[in-house]
T-cell receptor, first 112, second 111 residues
């Protein structure tokens, strides 16, 4: 059981570069979400999706885009990376119906 | 303002001690409260609480919810070094699947 798989695990970018963080789940979960975790800040919701073709903004969406073309995949795009986006990014999924979310191992992103 | 507040933010104990971690919340249309344990990587699910006064238990860990006073506690008895982690509290509300997280409590258990 792979669960929630995030790639890459680590990435260093220069300011202004763009990149996509990948997230895939093999549990046929409808709900998927992206969080960022910064020291002393807990997990903050960036974007989420309740099913293929449906996405919405979370608490801190600026500078990020998402799409959900399939149930399995939910990529997060940084359009023009800024040092303030240096963080650990977690993807999570759940079957919906207020069930617990399952997390991937995270992507540690540094922007210089 | 913060909707989910955890205390203490940091705690250091010795093996064998019992610890109590706190989580208070303020949301409209409360649905559920969840506890997660985070070691080096992904948060892992511990408990989900939806009803007041019903204790959830798993080994040395237990948790209870008070919906009147808007808080939950997570108890760990006979702590071990493997319990060292950040413990996260999250709250769901309304018809949404979204969760709002507290800042976490960092627990360190020394031998």
């Amino acid at each position: 059981n792979a669960g929630v798989t995030q790639t890459p695990k680590f990435q260093v970018l220069k300011t202004g570069q763009s990149m996509t963080l990948q997230c895939a789940q093999d549990m046929n979960h409808e709900y998927m979400s992206w969080y960022r975790q910064d020291p002393g800040m807990g997990l903050r919701l960036i974007h989420y999706s309740v099913g293929a073709g449906i996405t919405d903004q979370g608490e801190v969406p600026n500078g990020y885009n998402v799409s959900r073309s399939t149930t399995e995949d939910f990529p997060l795009r940084l359009l023009s990376a800024a040092p303030s986006q240096t963080s650990v990014y977690f993807c999570a999924s759940s079957p919906g119906g207020a069930q617990p979310q399952h997390f991937g191992d995270g992507t540690r992103l540094s922007i210089l | 303002e913060d909707k989910v507040v955890q205390s203490p933010l940091s705690l250091v104990v010795h093996e064998g001690d019992t610890v109590t971690l706190n989580c208070s919340y303020e949301v409209t249309n409360f649905r559920s409260l969840l506890w997660y344990k985070q070691e080096k990587k992904a948060p892992t699910f511990l408990f989900m609480l939806t009803s007041s006064g019903i204790e959830k238990k798993s080994g040395r860990l237990s948790s209870i919810l008070d919906k009147k006073e808007l808080f939950s506690i997570l108890n760990i008895t006979a702590t071990q070094t493997g319990d060292s982690a950040v413990y996260l509290c999250a709250v769901g509300w309304g018809g949404s699947e979204k969760l709002v997280f507290g800042k976490g409590t960092k627990l360190t258990v020394n031998p």
